[in-house]
């Protein structure tokens, strides 16, 4: 995994290097193109031009969906302290995940990189085009529209011209909390999908047919057996000195998972993959069991030949991320956080407090708590 990462910092910095040799000798200014060492803005046009049609389509009653999106903010906004610390006493009680369910990612490599930054991406643009429409809806005019890209994450970004409307703190609040409603809708949009993605996958795949290896530790047991990336896993024997003692046909992974889980760390196994048996001395698992540190996934045989068996994988793991991410952009950007949405909010609802000492007092403990509230949140829900 080591290596994977150095070959993927090093192509991103060849394609950096490319990128600022080829705008040294091509004037790409007139494109809307600025660009710097690991940094690159693309203003896009087309982008507000689309955005004004958008903002002005009669059909749609964006005052009114501002309105709403302000009291379902707010809701949000009192509420998920609320929430936090109810799933802190759920959890510190013995049930799993509480409230808030946790983001199956159990390693990481470029392959899952590219997989988290897209779903970001696309949500984050969700959330700025809805701002952009609501802007330009209240008089508005935007100045600059696109996108950045700092080393490979992207960003999207938009600037509205100074002076052209005089803001208030309703149509801010009816900017923040109706770019964060999109997000939720979007989001909650799109979670029958995760229920249903199996169907997706059996159009091009058939049913599960062993455990597809989807990354490997380096230096860990299975890489040192060499397990590959790639490799599909059917069958699991365990040996007793040179005899063949039991056989576990292996279907999907969690038919791997549950073997290892019955085996005493330091077994002696063989590992049958579609090319070779691989001799393996298994570890201790921190929960219970033994591993040979390899992560996998079922493996699903494409029924077209080019199909890559990692695709169904990529195809879950995209969806339910993009589903995460837009919820808890819509939903804890609201959270009274230090440079959120939130702690905008939290300026406006405390503005006519009556002394300035008690609004500083006020604002510092709630972004205090809510702080603690999130980072134990996060970290007991990984």
């Known amino acids: 995994m080591a290596i994977q990462m150095v070959q993927f910092i090093s192509i991103i910095a060849i394609l950096w290097i490319i990128i600022i040799f080829?705008?040294?000798r091509i004037d790409v200014s007139k494109k809307g193109i600025y660009i710097a060492p690991g940094l690159l803005i693309w203003e896009i046009g087309i982008i507000k031009s689309l955005i004004s049609k958008i903002s002005g389509i009669k059909r749609i009653n964006w005052n009114k969906f501002g309105d709403y999106s302000i009291y379902i903010g707010l809701i949000i906004f009192f509420s998920l302290p609320i929430i936090l610390l109810a799933n802190l006493i759920l959890i510190s009680s013995g049930i799993n995940n509480g409230l808030i369910p946790s983001i199956p990612i159990t390693f990481i490599n470029p392959e899952i990189l590219i997989l988290i930054v897209l779903p970001l991406f696309i949500s984050l643009a969700l959330n700025m085009i809805m701002q952009a429409i609501l802007s330009v809806n209240e008089g508005k005019e935007i100045e600059k529209i696109g996108f950045m890209v700092i080393g490979f994450v992207f960003f999207p970004f938009f600037k509205i011209i100074d002076g052209t409307s005089t803001s208030s703190s309703r149509l801010r609040m009816k900017i923040i909390t109706g770019a964060a409603l999109i997000n939720v809708i979007v989001g909650l949009a799109f979670t029958p999908v995760i229920y249903h993605s199996d169907a997706l996958s059996s159009t091009l795949y058939e049913d599960p047919d062993g455990a597809l290896v989807l990354d490997v530790i380096a230096n860990g047991r299975g890489f040192t057996a060499g397990i590959k990336r790639g490799d599909v896993i059917t069958q699991i024997k365990y040996q007793?000195?040179?005899?063949?003692?039991?056989?576990?046909?292996?279907?999907?992974?969690?038919?791997?998972v549950t073997a290892l889980r019955t085996i005493d760390p330091g077994t002696s196994i063989i590992i049958r993959t579609q090319k070779a048996d691989l001799s393996v001395n298994t570890a201790k698992n921190v929960e219970m069991g033994s591993t040979i540190h390899i992560y996998v996934d079922d493996y699903l045989p494409p029924k077209i030949k080019f199909m890559s068996p990692f695709l169904p994988f990529w195809l879950d793991f995209s969806i339910f991320l993009f589903v995460v991410l837009n919820i808890f952009i819509g939903v804890y950007n609201l959270l009274p956080l230090p440079f959120s949405e939130g702690q905008q909010i939290l300026e406006i609802v405390t503005k006519n407090i009556d002394t300035e000492e008690n609004l500083v007092i006020l604002k510092k403990a709630v972004i205090v708590i809510s702080s603690i509230l999130f980072v134990l949140n996060v970290i007991l829900t990984m």
């Not at 007793?240 to 791997?256: G, L, V």
């Open 22 to 24: 080829l705008s040294n």
């Open 240 to 256: 007793d000195q040179s005899y063949i003692t039991q056989i576990t046909e292996i279907t999907n992974s969690r038919d791997f």
